[in-house]
């Protein structure tokens, strides 16, 4: 499972949802969309301070952020470890927030010809990102 700290940046919530703007370290924010209001989660209040998880299988790898893409959480970072599997490939990527995990298929791995020290993009769906107060 992916962790990083934050703070609640933005709420715009409607019924029973809302999307949530946190901001992680190194100027990068990343988006939640969360079954729930400042109503009735009395942690979602702008500054307050969050966990930000997302787990390793849901982490979409490419080499640049593709143009008429619908993923708000794209970022930036490099790979600094790579451990391929028969199926399944790990990757670990240093990003301006801190480290995440990324697992893909070694068909894909092999298909982008990503490498150690290779810039990628770690894309996860704003449904995919869970948050849990601090």
């Known amino acids: 499972m992916n962790k990083f700290t934050g703070h609640i940046k933005d709420i715009n ?3 029973q949802m809302s999307l949530v703007t946190i901001q992680l370290q190194g100027d990068v924010a990343i988006q939640s969309l969360v079954i729930d209001t400042p109503t009735t989660a009395p942690y979602l209040q702008k500054g307050s301070p969050i966990e930000v998880l ?3 299988t849901e982490v979409l790898i490419g ?3 593709p143009k008429n893409w619908s993923i708000e959480n794209n970022i930036a970072g490099h ?7 028969k199926l399944l490939s790990r990757l670990r990527i240093e990003t301006a927030s801190g480290v995440l995990v990324a697992l893909i298929s070694t068909e894909s791995l092999t298909s982008l010809a ?3 020290d290779m810039a990628v993009v770690a894309a996860i769906k704003t449904n995919e990102v869970m948050l849990s107060p601090l």
């Open 79 to 85: 790979i600094v470890a790579i451990k391929p599997g």
């Open 13 to 15: 919530s409607s019924d």
């Open 54 to 56: 997302f787990k390793e």
């Open 114 to 116: 990503l490498a150690l």
């Open 63 to 65: 080499t640049s952020v």
